[in-house]
């Protein structure tokens, strides 16, 4: 895969433009009272902090264009399958072999 | 006339064909096909997201009112462009009824034909048999080149993956969930995303219940279970697919029956019924075509619909 290509097309709006950090507010109404929860969320893998393109629904599920046909109920979850789809994309693979690549989506 | 892929050898043949000549007709970038880009537009429309920021996921194309007339278009272009390529004027996109298949066991919808060496062949990473294999030394082999990753569009080189059943999904849609979808009423509801109820759109996209259309690409697996999900050739059938559940429904309900209206407020960018459709910056065949674009004619298109009529009565 190390002579795979990034293409730099000007499209979408999440790359390169956003941190990698996301920032989450829920608001609701509860017994008459406005309710307000923020929050802002930075996943780190191996110490080096990632941009998953996931965002914090109304409801607290998770979703990524990464995994899009897919809402997640916690973005533990949704980190550890990024993780397992896209094995190349996390550092460099592990000592001792370069085995045969898979690809992603295997 | 769009026909049932599995009723029909020489639709099969010609989608296979089709989709073939795609892959070897160079883009404007001549690094990659045709087809690949299409896979590149499905792909920058997901990252595409509406507004901006959103905490709903919603994107140009998905989450979102528009999911269902954004895909009829992309289907409509891919369709006159294989016909173009295989110099057939009268060339209509198959579709696999996964609705039917649905109604199989659980072993019989992994084994179904569809599945088969003269169809879509089956599953491996990368995919092992049929007209999809990956063979490195074949220089006429389906090859993937687009990928969809954490940082960004990449162009890459190997087989197409697939793995059907393995993903934790192991049944479609049944027929239950089918019927209850066809029976609503609303095409959509606020807030205009992936938790919108009563919404048809809803429904069909897979959000709500069982799950319908984001079912079936989990079901197969692979390559389908990506934002580059085009990749694989059994997308467009499966859209094709869904889009008749909607012609079907659009017939019921009436053709123009969509929401959100112009009056929406300006964070529906892209959902509301005159709003362009998302294509690519220098899309060659740009038609500056909008949502509302999408609404005619739409069941005369397919070769049947009483397969949906049959499961849409109320019991
Ligand atoms: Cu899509």
């Not at chain 2, 599995?6 to 043949?13: E, I, K, L």
């Not at chain 2, 404007?28 to 997201?49: E, K, N, Q």
């Not at chain 2, 759109?201 to 259309?213: A, Q």
């Amino acid at each position: 895969m190390t002579d795979d290509t990034h293409l730099g097309l000007p499209v979408g709006d999440h790359d390169m433009s956003h941190g990698t950090q996301v920032t989450s507010v829920r608001s609701f109404d509860h017994g008459g009272k406005a309710v307000e929860i923020a929050a802002t969320y930075e996943v780190k893998v191996n110490g080096v902090a990632r941009q998953l393109h996931f965002s914090v629904g109304q409801d607290g599920k998770v979703t990524s264009h990464l995994r899009p046909y897919v809402a997640y109920d916690s973005l533990v979850d949704m980190v550890k399958d990024i993780i397992d789809h896209y094995p190349d994309d996390f550092g460099p693979a592990p000592q001792g072999g370069h085995g045969d690549h898979h690809g992603h989506g295997g | 006339m769009r026909k049932d892929i599995m009723s029909d050898a020489t639709a099969r043949a010609d989608y296979i064909d089709g989709v073939k000549a795609l892959k070897a007709t160079p883009a404007d970038d001549p690094r990659y096909s045709r087809y690949d880009w299409y896979v590149l537009w499905h792909a920058a429309t997901m990252m595409t997201m509406t507004p901006p920021g959103n905490s709903a996921g919603r994107n140009a194309a998905h989450s979102g009112p528009a999911f269902l007339p954004w895909h009829r278009y992309y289907l409509k272009r891919f369709e006159a462009e294989i016909a173009q390529a295989l110099g057939k004027p009268d060339f209509a996109l198959p579709y696999w009824n996964w609705v039917a298949d649905g109604a199989l066991g659980e072993t019989d919808q992994g084994n179904a034909p569809i599945w088969g060496l003269d169809a879509m062949g089956g599953s491996g990473s990368p995919v092992a048999s049929g007209p999809f294999a990956y063979d490195p030394t074949d220089p006429d082999t389906w090859v993937v080149r687009i990928e969809l990753r954490p940082s960004g569009l990449f162009l890459v080189e190997r087989g197409l993956n697939r793995m059907i059943q393995q993903a934790g999904i192991r049944r479609l849609p049944n027929t239950g969930s089918v019927a209850r979808t066809l029976l609503r009423g609303d095409y959509d509801a606020a807030p205009w995303d992936r938790s919108s109820l009563p919404s048809f759109r809803n429904e069909l996209e897979g959000w709500r219940g069982e799950g319908m259309h984001n079912r079936v690409h989990g079901f197969v697996g692979g390559d389908m279970g990506f934002g580059h999900s085009p990749n694989d050739p059994i997308f467009f059938l499966h859209h094709c697919n869904v889009d008749r559940i909607w012609a079907f429904w659009q017939q019921r309900n009436g053709a123009a029956t969509y929401l959100p209206l112009d009056s929406a407020p300006a964070d529906l960018m892209r959902h509301r019924v005159s709003d362009p459709l998302y294509t690519l910056p220098g899309d060659p065949g740009a038609s500056g075509a909008v949502i509302s674009d999408m609404f005619a004619d739409p069941s005369a298109s397919y070769d049947s619909l009483s397969d949906l009529a049959d499961l849409a009565v109320v019991v």
